[in-house]
């Protein structure tokens, strides 16, 4: 049994029209084409579809917009009452920004194929663009469309957030300005901050109350401490920087070094910042259920040579594969949410970078960091506790959260925190993100 959907204009929401097995399009409903930049697509007031029984269709053309329904996504469909279901799970509404990205290009077909929120979890995605990405976002769309995904009912593409972040359950923002070749990291920092200080505020306005918010333009620890301080209807705790990726990449040199499958590494932390200053934990971490230290007992590879191939792996990609790691980073996404949305094993965590106030370890309040999660996959979580520490392992933490709080001075301007004061020494952009 498949789905199609509706789309109606702002104030009226997106409205799924179950397809029963015997369903049939009405001949009336035509996909528009859009001649120029502007996708035309049939708009239906939901309240008048129901007649006798029976849904009916009513084409119309809607205004010139740039954030509407794609193709197919825009069909109406007969539908006898008979034909419902009530198994189907209530619609969850994903926003993805850079949504013509390589990164995105990897993501949003898995989103559609059901690997995230599960084979029963119809889904609608909502993809934001720019104007000089708009044409790309057509063509995202119309390879979505021509997948015939049936989970997913709805795709509208646009570039104005407060009409793509309508109501929307997720928040993934992964588009952000690329570092140029003599960008300092200030000045990176300026201008993506002030990328997530708009978005912020667009989901602060328009997205649902307690939308989840996956950070991934980098910086991303500062720019989802930016977007978190934008949106006061929110709470801060719905806010994630992506450090899965990191996390993946140490549980790999991990298993490499001992000699084990990857599915045997658990308990591995990324603390810390997105940089050169993460701190890959090596103390807390299991192989098979017991300390890696246990397992892997070459203490100068652990604290030194771990650390620095972790943190240059996504340059060393570049430089054998041209490119960067927009497929791995894609992969790291949909591990972040899946650890959000199924529940962790018990007495394991995952990475995130979350917001610190409250925090069980001593690590300064009021900024983006990474630490050790759980979730009874409700989509919230819990920080754990049941982790050692040593004078190692806290020393690196503090210089990660040095440079976090430094981060955060240079942004003030953005969080409303008064004028900005940066004063960052060193340039700790992870190799492969320039």
Known sequence: MGLSTAYSPAG??????????????????????PRLATVRCSVVDAAKQVQDGVATAVAAEAPASRNECFGVFCNIYDLK??????????????????????????????????????QDQPIALKLLGSERSFQALEG??????????????????????????????????????????????????????????DQGKALNAVASRNV???????????????????????????????????????????ALKAGVFYDKVSNVTIWGNH???????????????????????????????????????GGVLIQKWGRSSAASTAVSIVDAIK???TPTPEGEWFSTGVYTTGNPYG???DIVFSMPCRSKGDGDYELATDVSMDDFLWERIKKSEAELLAEKKCVAHLTGEGDAFCDLPEDTMLPGEN
């Open 275 to 313: 940089s050169t200053t993460q701190v890959p934990d090596f103390l807390n971490a299991k192989i098979d259920g017991r300390p890696v230290k246990e397992i892997i007992q070459d203490t100068k590879w652990l604290e030194e040579e771990f650390t620095m191939t972790v943190q240059k792996r």
């Open 12 to 33: 009226s929401g997106l409205v799924p029209a179950p397809l029963g097995a015997g369903a049939a399009r009405r001949r009336s409903v035509q996909v528009r084409r």
């Open 140 to 197: 995202v769309a119309m390879e979505l469309e021509d997948s015939l995904y049936p989970l997913l009912r709805e795709v509208s593409i646009g570039i104005d957030p407060y009409e793509v972040f309508q109501d929307v359950d997720w928040a993934l923002l992964i588009g952000a300005k690329p570092r140029g070749p003599g960008m300092e990291r200030a000045a990176l920092l300026d201008i993506n901050g002030q990328i997530f200080a």
């Open 339 to 341: 650890s959000l949305v």
């Open 81 to 118: 009452a008979e034909d419902k279901t009530k198994s189907w799970k209530k619609l969850v509404n994903i926003a993805v920004s850079g949504a013509a990205g390589m990164i995105s290009n990897h993501l949003l077909f898995k989103l559609a194929s059901g690997e995230v929120f599960g």
């Open 212 to 254: 989840k918010v996956l950070v991934v333009g980098n910086p991303c620890n500062t720019n989802a401490l930016i977007c978190l301080k934008n949106t006061p209807n929110i709470p801060a705790k719905n806010f994630h920087a992506l450090t899965r990726l990191d996390e993946n990449r140490a549980k790999c040199q991990i």
């Open 363 to 365: 690590i300064a309040e």
